[in-house]
């Protein structure tokens, strides 16, 4: 079963930074899209930014473009995700899984890691 391990969430106040880490295993992580998704309280989990197998395409959802940047390490097998002026609305468990059209493909989630944006 693959393994996904988020890590990096925090509390911080609105305009302030974080950068999420997720570290991979039991795949082969150079062959696969990658992406961050996030779920708000009360709300479905959405599709955050993903990023090609190469690394040389990014997506981003239309609330975090500008703001977040997503990369990766395929020496390390690690994603990560760089959020700068984060919003109250920013507010969530992040999650990564690998990615296809901005689907995710694993059936298995890591455990998440939590975002709160707020003064």
């Known amino acids: 079963q693959v393994q996904l391990e988020e890590s990096g969430g925090g509390l911080v106040q609105p305009g302030g930074s974080l950068r999420l880490s997720c570290a991979t295993s039991?795949?082969?992580?150079?062959?696969?899209?990658m992406g961050w998704y996030r779920q708000a309280p009360g709300k479905e989990r959405e599709f955050v930014a993903s990023i090609s197998a190469t690394g040389r395409i990014t997506n981003y959802a239309d609330s975090v473009k500008g703001r977040f940047t997503i990369s990766r390490d395929n020496s390390k097998n690690t994603l990560d995700l760089q959020m700068n002026n984060l919003k109250p609305e920013d507010t969530g468990v992040y999650y990564c899984?690998?990615?296809?059209?901005?689907?995710?493909?694993?059936?298995?989630w890591g455990q998440g890691t939590q975002v709160t944006v707020s003064s």
């Open positions: 039991r795949f082969t992580f150079m062959n696969y899209g």
């Open positions: 899984n690998a990615v296809r059209q901005s689907a995710p493909i694993f059936g298995s």
